[in-house]
């Protein structure tokens, strides 16, 4: 039988760090899976706030390939990117949206449309903390203006064998 459980974690105020401490180990069976739910993320913003992109790292035993940006070199390094958070649609607003001008907060919310569902490459294991951060999603350079940063995510795990 499958086991699923979900997370629901805040990031503190002003860092873009996250490090959630269990007050009891967390065990993860071998073939656990973890998919990303949703990601809010307020940031103070610049001129091109609309344009930015996020790229949400974690220590998760998982395995991402990317290329790193602007200069694609056909190379690809392994990372543990857990999910991109594009940039905003046209129809989306912020957190304080004026009538001109750039706003005081911006706000990015984002519920993948396709699952973002990462196999966790580990034996079992237990965990005392998962520690998160917030990347600019082009250069993957910590980002420095989050001001808050929440994440929703499912870790499942079941018996041998079985997806």
Known sequence: MKERINFYLNGKH???DLRVVFKQPLFLKAGSKVEVNAVVIEWTP???YRTDTFAIQSDLPIKAFHS???????DAV???????????QNDDSSGDDPAFGRPAVALRSYEPYQPVIHDLSNNELS????????LDGNGLEPKANVL???????ITHGECGSH
Do not use: H, M, W
């Open 14 to 16: 002003n860092e873009n």
């Open 46 to 48: 610049t001129a091109s």
């Open 68 to 74: 790193k940006a602007p200069v694609i070199t056909g």
């Open 78 to 88: 392994e990372d543990r990117i857990l999910c991109y958070v594009p940039p905003a």
């Open 127 to 134: 965990l005392n903390a998962i520690n998160f951060q917030i």
């Open 148 to 154: 808050k940063f929440k994440i929703s995510f499912t």
